[in-house]
C-alpha cells in the first residue's frame, strides 16, 4: 500500500458525461501528479500540482482540468467524454517539486474508467 | 524531446534464474533520472529502482541491479534469483533533472515459469 487512494476504482460511463476522479496524496506529500495509461498511449503524464499550485502540464486535453484543494487532495475532471478515454488514471503523490531524485513518486491503485 | 525504448514487449524467466530487461533513451541533457517501476497484475506502479546519471556507481536494490551506460544511453535492469513474484509489466522511465514529469517507455511483461 503507497498510501495514495484513489476513488472510485472503477467508473463506467456514456460519451459526452462528465466524471470526476478523486486523489488523496500520502500524509505528508505536498505534490500531485496525475497519468493517463492507456492501451495505445502507454504511461502519459497529464499534469502535476504542487501545494495548490498548476507546477506542470503534460499530454492533457482541453476537456480535462485538475484542482488541488486546501487539505491537499486532487480531482481530476473529465468532461464530453469519448471511447477513446477509456484507460486507467493514476494518482501520484511526492513530498516536494524539485525534481530531486529523493522524492519518489508513489503511485496510488488506479481508477479504471470505461466510456460505453 | 526525450524518449524512452523498450524494444522487449515479452521477456519469461525460470524461476531461481537471472533474467535482463533492456532500456534505452534519448536525451541530450547531462543530469536526470532513470528509474524502473514494476506494475503487478494488481495494477499498482511500484518503484523497483533508480539511478541519478551523475552517479557512476550503478544501483542495486537487493536481487535488483541495473547496467547504467550513460554514452550509449542503455539502462537495463537485472533480476536475479527471479521469483514468482517478480511476475508483472517493467516499465522504465526518464526524468529530467529539476522536473517532476516521468516519461515511461512502452514496458515489458515479465513471466516467471516455475
Known amino acids: 500500500d503507497s498510501g495514495v487512494t484513489q476513488t472510485p476504482k472503477h467508473l463506467i460511463t456514456a460519451t459526452g458525461q462528465r466524471v470526476t476522479l478523486r486523489c488523496s496524496p500520502r500524509s505528508g506529500d505536498l505534490s500531485v501528479y496525475w497519468y493517463q495509461q492507456s492501451l495505445d498511449q502507454g504511461l502519459q503524464f497529464l499534469i502535476q500540482?504542487?501545494?495548490?499550485?498548476?507546477?506542470a502540464k503534460g499530454n492533457i486535453l482541453e476537456r480535462f482540468s485538475a484542482q488541488q484543494f486546501p487539505d491537499l487532495h486532487s480531482e481530476l475532471n473529465l468532461s464530453s467524454l469519448e471511447l477513446g478515454d477509456s484507460a486507467l488514471y493514476f494518482c501520484?503523490?511526492?513530498?516536494?517539486?524539485?525534481?530531486?531524485?529523493?522524492?519518489?513518486?508513489?503511485f496510488g491503485p488506479g481508477t479504471r474508467l470505461t466510456v460505453l | 524531446a526525450q524518449t524512452v525504448t523498450q524494444s522487449q514487449p515479452e521477456m519469461s524467466v525460470q524461476e531461481a534464474e537471472t533474467v535482463t530487461l533492456s532500456c534505452t533513451y534519448d536525451t541530450s541533457e547531462s543530469d536526470y533520472y532513470l528509474f524502473w517501476y514494476k506494475q503487478p497484475p494488481s495494477r499498482q506502479m511500484i518503484l523497483v529502482i533508480r539511478q541519478e546519471a551523475y552517479k557512476q556507481q550503478n544501483a542495486t536494490e537487493n536481487r535488483f541491479s541495473v547496467n547504467f551506460q550513460k554514452a550509449a544511453k542503455s539502462f537495463s535492469l537485472k533480476i536475479s534469483d527471479s521469483q514468482l513474484g517478480d511476475a508483472a509489466m517493467y516499465f522504465c522511465a526518464y526524468r529530467r533533472l529539476n522536473t517532476d514529469k516521468l516519461i515511461f517507455g512502452t514496458g515489458t511483461r515479465l513471466q516467471v515459469f516455475p
Open positions: 500540482y504542487y501545494n495548490g499550485e498548476e507546477r
Open positions: 501520484a503523490s511526492s513530498v516536494a517539486s524539485s525534481g530531486r531524485a529523493g522524492d519518489t513518486q508513489y
